[in-house]
């Protein structure tokens, strides 16, 4: 196993527009996480699933954004009528169980024209 | 709520020079706390780690201490090598061990 993987490592679309990104966590890890990171800042936490239960969602930016783990294995994240705040880098990370250490993704770049 | 306050950079450092990064908390309760570091383009890779007062957490050169008094866990290293070169985050876990709460994160270049 490699690692976190996240698809597409690069998205440019514009305004409007609806896009949608997956992750592929590490295989034995329950948890799947999602964090956004903006220039100059920190990765702000999202939110996560432990196996297929979305367990915190409340931090997700708007009512715009939505996620899935359908079958406890990869998650998407969409982003509906995108907007030109959207433009980040959006984090997958996964961990086995909580207080472990989360493996983070290389990212997935999204500019919104 | 929680947050976590690091020191701005870039930090610019010569081959061997001594490095602090300053880190500071917020948090109820007794949060773990964390060092990632991210290399030019790869991925947050965790550095170093902390789940209670006065432990040190060590790695790869770099320590740091959980200093509850001071709310602090800074990050040092004795003698910087260019392929340090990186942006460090600080960050500590919420009550219920599952968000990342980060600071805006140190850009530290070393110079041979």
């Known amino acids: 196993d490699t690692g976190v993987s996240q698809d597409p490592r690069h998205k440019i679309t514009k305004r409007g527009q609806n896009v949608t990104f997956r992750c592929d966590p590490i295989s034995e890890h329950n948890r799947l996480y999602w964090y956004r990171q903006t220039l100059g800042q920190g990765p702000e936490f999202l939110t996560y699933f432990q196996n297929e239960a979305q367990l915190e969602k409340s931090r997700l930016l708007s009512d715009r954004f939505s996620a899935e783990r359908p079958k406890g294995s990869f998650s998407t994240l969409e982003i509906q009528r995108t907007e030109q705040g959207d433009s980040a880098m959006y984090l997958c990370?996964?961990?086995?169980?909580?207080?472990?250490?989360?493996?983070f993704g290389p990212g997935t770049r999204l500019t919104v024209l | 709520g929680d947050s976590v306050t690091q020191m701005e950079g870039p930090v610019t450092l010569s081959e061997e020079a001594f490095l602090t990064i300053n880190c500071t908390y917020t948090a109820t309760g007794y949060p773990s706390l964390f060092w990632y570091v991210q290399y030019p383009g790869e991925g947050l890779q965790l550095l170093l780690k902390?789940?209670?007062?006065?432990d040190k957490g060590s790695n790869k050169g770099f320590e740091a201490t959980y200093r509850k008094e001071t709310t602090s866990f800074h990050l040092e290293k004795g003698s910087v090598q260019v392929s340090d070169s990186a942006v460090y985050f600080c960050a500590l876990s919420d009550q219920a061990g599952t968000a990342l709460i980060f600071g805006k994160g140190t850009t530290l270049s070393v110079s041979s």
């Open positions: 902390a789940t209670k007062a006065d």
């Open positions: 990370a996964s961990s086995f169980d909580s207080f472990n250490e989360q493996f």
